[in-house]
């Protein structure tokens, strides 16, 4: 009895060392204390542990400053410049809505509202307030992945690049598209 409970021990330490580096994830490892046969058997079965948790104000706040920030983008900036402002809120340990709400962070922000610049044919500018009708599920389904896991590897900063750009580029950083994730220059 005592070899097989060794064995099982080293079993369960080798199935917790092999689970460890998936990401962030919990894992719960069942053993059965007795087991009449020879074969034993460990179910394993993985319990999700989200990015972050937002109250149901800093969720549909962070919809529409998706919208108002990366309106027209694929799905995955929209989940990206989400992340960005997660990170920003968990390095502050402030909560979300402030985080967007900071003065001179994110264009997507006027007078307190996520809005979306529209330019005038004279070059003067016109900010639309973001409306629940503008959010589709697409983007909310984008904007729920960013709440679930960090595509950007912890960027606290991005831009879009265009092509007169004369931006330096940071040392490090992720490029997705035309987007430049990155946590420092």
């Given at each position: 009895m005592k070899k097989r409970n060794f064995v099982r021990n080293l079993v369960v330490a080798?199935?917790?060392?092999?689970?460890?580096?998936?990401?962030?994830?919990?894992?719960?490892?069942?053993?059965?204390?007795?087991?009449?046969?020879?074969?034993?058997?460990?179910?394993?079965?993985?319990i999700q542990k989200s990015y972050y948790t937002p109250s149901d104000e800093e969720?549909?706040?962070?919809?529409?400053?998706?919208?108002?920030?990366?309106?027209?983008?694929?799905?995955?900036?929209?989940?990206?410049?989400?992340?960005?402002?997660?990170?920003?809120?968990?390095?502050?340990?402030?909560?979300?809505i402030d985080v967007f709400t900071e003065k001179n962070q994110f264009s997507g922000i006027h007078d307190g509202v996520p809005s979306i610049m529209e330019k005038n044919e004279d070059g003067t500018a016109t900010w639309v307030p973001v409306t629940e009708d503008m959010l589709t599920d697409e983007l909310k389904k984008a904007v729920d992945l960013a709440f679930e896991q960090d595509f950007t590897e912890g960027a606290m900063h991005y831009y879009k690049i265009y092509s007169n750009s004369?931006?330096?580029?940071?040392?490090?950083?992720i490029q997705e598209g035309d987007w430049i994730f990155f946590k420092e220059f």
């Open positions: 080798g199935v917790a060392v092999a689970l460890s580096g998936c990401g962030k994830q919990e894992y719960n490892v069942t053993i059965p204390i007795e087991n009449p046969h020879d074969n034993i058997t460990y179910e394993v079965k993985t969720r549909q706040f962070a919809y529409l400053m998706a919208c108002a920030q990366a309106h027209g983008e694929e799905s995955i900036i929209q989940t990206m410049v989400t992340n960005v402002a997660i990170n920003r809120a968990e390095r502050d340990e402030k909560n979300l004369k931006d330096c580029m940071p040392k490090e950083f």
